[in-house]
């Protein structure tokens, strides 16, 4: 599966997340010949978003790769819950979605790429390279050529490579050295929070719900993973050295105020190795392209962790993409209206969907994490139990989004 690097091909990615995984296995179903350049060895990294929602589910069944993929160890999640003071309220029901999946399917994410990789691999222009990361860019004439990187063992020789490309693809997350390397202007949203990812086991009597849980200036995520809970704990932004210098009882204990179910097993957090800071950013490029050139994903739109949206994001992004750039990556004739139409198709829904994010983080989170004094839910969260169909909105924002794209390119 894996491959050296060649010397030409037709797209370039840099990235085997969500975004460039899914788009390099529609292009290379469509006959576009492709190269994805990971710079790890594996996929297997601990906390990344393990959310697969219904709108990237429905893209597997039109792929016709759905029951493979959820052959797959997975759970699944019809409703999300919140508990905000005392009250548990339902905050999103899936049940009502025009959708094949009418849930969220939580699955390891080293899981959902493996399973694109492989499926990739059947057709003979996928390529995926690992240990091989994009350094910087080649230039000719005003217009990106192609990638130079660097390999960093396994199979190959290690060493720098060059390859030249009809187009370069910038899904290298957050922190795009594509997109660096290009020069495309970033525009800085701010995030007044950041998230501590840590791993706590899990009980025969535990609650059995994905659940947020919000009081007493604390807020926790306890996502469900089968046999473990992964969580996580909303900071301040910059908060964690603060976090840190009152120790790793008074952290414990600050998770069992706010979820005391788990007092039994937060001695399993041996030492600040086993909790990881994810560093919250929430930006996007004003033009994701340049001649040659295509940012999409985290690379063109950071995403807070907020709803878990990011990864479907990132292959909505995919499937616009591979819709329009497919036919004329494989008959060459690709132009820059074709890179500015794919911006111009997903700015909206990145836009919306990062205005509500920041909305939640400033409106809401902050203010929670302002207080120590116990918290009381308000009128509008107990409406949702009362009226239970007000959960359907945020389950139609959060499980298909603003503007759910379906697989248009071509099976070649």
Same mark, same amino acid.
């Given at each position: 599966?894996?491959?050296?690097?060649?010397?030409?091909?037709?797209?370039?990615?840099?990235?085997?997340?969500?975004?460039?995984?899914?788009?390099?296995?529609?292009?290379?179903?469509?006959?576009?010949?492709?190269?994805?350049?990971?710079?790890?060895?594996?996929?297997?990294?601990?906390?990344?978003?393990?959310?697969?929602?219904?709108?990237?589910?429905?893209?597997?069944?039109?792929?016709?790769?759905?029951?493979?993929?959820?052959?797959?160890?997975?759970?699944?999640?019809?409703?999300?819950?919140?508990?905000?003071?005392?009250?548990?309220?339902?905050?999103?029901?899936?049940?009502?979605?025009?959708?094949?999946?009418?849930?969220?399917?939580?699955?390891?994410?080293?899981?959902?790429?493996?399973?694109?990789?492989?499926?990739?691999?059947?057709?003979?222009?996928?390529?995926?390279?690992?240990?091989?990361?994009?350094?910087?860019?080649?230039?000719?004439?005003?217009?990106?050529?192609?990638?130079?990187?660097?390999?960093?063992?396994?199979?190959?020789?290690?060493?720098?490579?060059?390859?030249?490309?009809?187009?370069?693809?910038?899904?290298?997350?957050?922190?795009?050295?594509?997109?660096?390397?290009?020069?495309?202007?970033?525009?800085?949203?701010?995030?007044?929070?950041?998230?501590?990812?840590?791993?706590?086991?899990?009980?025969?009597?535990?609650?059995?719900?994905?659940?947020?849980?919000?009081?007493?200036?604390?807020?926790?995520?306890?996502?469900?993973?089968?046999?473990?809970?992964?969580?996580?704990?909303?900071?301040?932004?910059?908060?964690?050295?603060?976090? !840190?210098?009152?120790?790793?009882?008074?952290?414990? $204990?600050?998770? @069992?105020? /706010?979820?005391?179910?788990?007092? *039994? #097993? =937060?001695?399993?957090?041996?030492?600040?190795?086993?909790?990881?800071?994810?560093?919250?950013?929430?930006?996007?490029?004003?033009?994701?392209?340049?001649?040659?050139?295509?940012?999409?994903?985290?690379?063109?739109?950071?995403?807070?962790?907020?709803?878990?949206?990011?990864?479907?994001?990132?292959?909505?992004?995919?499937?616009?993409?591979?819709?329009?750039?497919?036919?004329?990556?494989?008959?060459?004739?690709?132009?820059?209206?074709?890179?500015?139409?794919?911006?111009?198709? !997903?700015?909206?829904?990145?836009?919306?969907?990062? $205005?509500?994010? @920041?909305? /939640?983080?400033?409106?809401?989170? *902050? #203010? =929670?994490?302002?207080?120590?004094?116990?918290?009381?839910?308000?009128?509008?969260?107990?409406?949702?139990?009362?009226?239970?169909?007000?959960?359907?909105?945020?389950?139609?924002?959060?499980?298909?989004?603003?503007?759910?794209?379906?697989?248009?390119?071509?099976?070649?």
């Amino acid at each position: 599966m894996t491959e050296a690097p060649p010397s030409r091909t037709t797209c370039a990615i840099a990235g085997g997340g969500p975004a460039g995984m899914m788009l390099g296995f529609l292009l290379a179903r469509a006959g576009v010949e492709i190269v994805v350049f990971e710079k790890h060895r594996d996929f297997l990294r601990d906390f990344r978003g393990d959310t697969i929602h219904p709108s990237t589910l429905q893209v597997m069944h039109e792929l016709g790769l759905l029951d493979a993929f959820l052959a797959l160890p997975h759970q699944e999640v019809s409703e999300l819950h919140g508990i905000v003071g005392d009250t548990e309220i339902t905050l999103a029901d899936f049940r009502h979605l025009p959708t094949r999946c009418r849930f969220i399917a939580l699955m390891p994410q080293w899981d959902f790429l493996d399973f694109l990789a492989s499926q990739g691999a059947r057709f003979p222009g996928f390529h995926l390279a690992m240990q091989a990361e994009v350094t910087g860019l080649i230039e000719e004439g005003g217009r990106i050529a192609g990638v130079r990187g660097e390999v960093s063992g396994g199979a190959f020789p290690e060493g720098a490579f060059e390859v030249r490309a009809d187009l370069v693809i910038g899904a290298d997350g957050r922190h795009s050295t594509v997109r660096e390397r290009a020069g495309l202007k970033v525009i800085n949203l701010g995030a007044p929070i950041d998230v501590l990812w840590m791993r706590l086991s899990k009980r025969q009597d535990d609650p059995q719900d994905t659940a947020g849980r919000i009081n007493r200036g604390r807020m926790l995520v306890a996502i469900d993973r089968g046999d473990y809970w992964q969580c996580a704990f909303v900071i301040h932004k910059d908060g964690f050295a603060a976090v !840190r210098a009152r120790g790793l009882d008074a952290f414990r $204990a600050d998770i @069992v105020t /706010i979820a005391p179910f788990l007092r *039994d #097993r =937060v001695d399993e957090l041996r030492d600040w190795d086993d909790v990881k800071l994810l560093t919250v950013t929430v930006d996007r490029l004003e033009r994701w392209w340049r001649p040659g050139l295509l940012c999409i994903g985290d690379s063109a739109h950071a995403m807070s962790p907020i709803g878990g949206v990011g990864i479907n994001l990132a292959v909505q992004d995919a499937v616009a993409s591979a819709n329009i750039l497919a036919a004329p990556l494989r008959n060459g004739t690709l132009a820059d209206t074709h890179l500015a139409a794919v911006q111009q198709r !997903r700015i909206l829904p990145a836009r919306l969907t990062q $205005a509500m994010q @920041v909305a /939640i983080q400033q409106r809401v989170i *902050d #203010r =929670v994490l302002r207080s120590d004094a116990p918290l009381t839910a308000p009128w509008p969260v107990r409406l949702f139990n009362k009226v239970p169909q007000l959960a359907r909105i945020p389950a139609r924002l959060i499980g298909m989004g603003f503007r759910p794209e379906h697989v248009r390119s071509p099976a070649a």
